[in-house]
């Protein structure tokens, strides 16, 4: 069973950079796309965006000047980096995995990490 | 506003059954899959249902899903207490290079 683990600094100064590392663990990055994905208090999910093993990335069109996502398969651990952070970036940020039916040519996201809450605040 | 359209909360007896409704566009449930999630109180989601109907292993029958143009609905029968939870509906939208879009979320009170 694979399992994800979200970590990186929980207080992020406004007009910096969040940066948060996901370690995958029970299974290889390089295969599947990995996505990040974010839940303010009280609110609803936001995908920010995936990466596959190749670097080919998807992000959301309303965050996509905004982010990065990288990987480093020697260390079984893929990035996102979110510049110029504001205190609507304050959220819990999960890691996750998107597994492809081959026979649906298809996307689920069928794991999750358990969360990293980033607060935006000087 | 979320892409997907759910309702913010529905609320049920227990033993009975509860729908939960889902609707998009022609760019991401009409023309893909959809999934759903249940979230419990300070937990990550968890999935329920996945290419339009499908189970997990270990999810309970209790848990249906259908699809129908460009909405989907998620059924729970037999309600029970730890039902409680918030339900997210999500697909991927063909537009703008591709990217998943989810519901903004369904609180499901068992009464």
């Known amino acids: 069973q694979v399992q994800l683990q979200e970590s990186g600094p929980g207080l992020v100064k406004p007009s910096e950079t969040l940066s948060l590392t996901c370690t995958v663990s029970g299974g290889s990055i390089s295969s599947h796309y990995w996505s990040w994905i974010r839940q303010p208090a009280g609110k609803g999910l936001e995908w920010i965006g995936r990466?596959?093993?190749?670097?080919?990335?998807n992000y959301n069109p309303s965050l996509k000047s905004r982010v990065t996502m990288s990987r480093d398969t020697s260390r079984n651990q893929f990035y996102l980096k979110m510049s110029s952070v504001t205190a609507a970036d304050t959220a819990v940020y999960y890691c996750?995995?998107?597994?492809?039916?081959?026979?649906?040519?298809?996307?689920?996201?069928?794991?999750w990490g358990q969360g990293t809450l980033v607060t935006v605040s000087s | 506003q979320s892409v997907l359209t759910q309702p913010p909360s529905v609320s049920e007896a227990p033993r009975q059954r509860v729908t939960i409704s889902c609707s998009g566009s022609n760019s991401n449930i009409g023309n893909n899959a959809v999934n759903w999630y249940q979230q419990l109180p300070g937990k990550a989601p968890k999935l329920l249902i996945y290419y339009d109907d499908l189970l997990p292993s270990g999810v309970s029958d209790r848990f249906s899903g259908s699809k129908s143009g460009t909405s989907a609905s998620l059924a729970i029968s037999g309600l029970q207490s730890e039902d409680e939870a918030d339900y997210y509906c999500?697909?991927?939208?063909?537009?703008?290079?591709?990217?998943?879009?989810f519901g903004g979320g369904t609180k499901l009170t068992v009464l």
């Open positions: 999500a697909a991927w939208d063909d537009s703008l290079n591709g990217h998943w879009v």
């Open positions: 990466i596959y093993v190749s670097g080919n990335t």
């Open positions: 996750a995995r998107d597994l492809y039916i081959v026979t649906a040519a298809s996307f689920y996201i069928d794991q």
